[in-house]
């Protein structure tokens, strides 16, 4: 098969046999598929390190990804008033 190339630093992957072993849990690739501004669909593989940090940039808040106060609020707990 043809190797692929990390979007992130420009890897080539390392030679497997399909593409399953490439995404398997020893080798550790990651595949996303993006849409283009053709309306295209970009398949995308990343490294195990950068998927690690596409992935973290993507948690971040500080990206403005329309997420804010990403804490559920909690209910207040009924205090417990000591047995008897
Ligand atoms: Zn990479």
Known sequence: MDRNK??????LSPEVESEFTLVGPQVGWRISRTQSDDGLYVIEWRC????????????SPSKGAGV??????????????GGR
């Open 6 to 11: 990390c979007v992130g630093c420009a890897k």
């Open 48 to 59: 195990p390190d950068c998927w690690k940090r596409f992935r973290e940039q993507k948690a």
């Open 68 to 81: 804010f106060g990403s804490m559920p609020p909690t209910p207040p707990k009924p205090a417990p008033r």
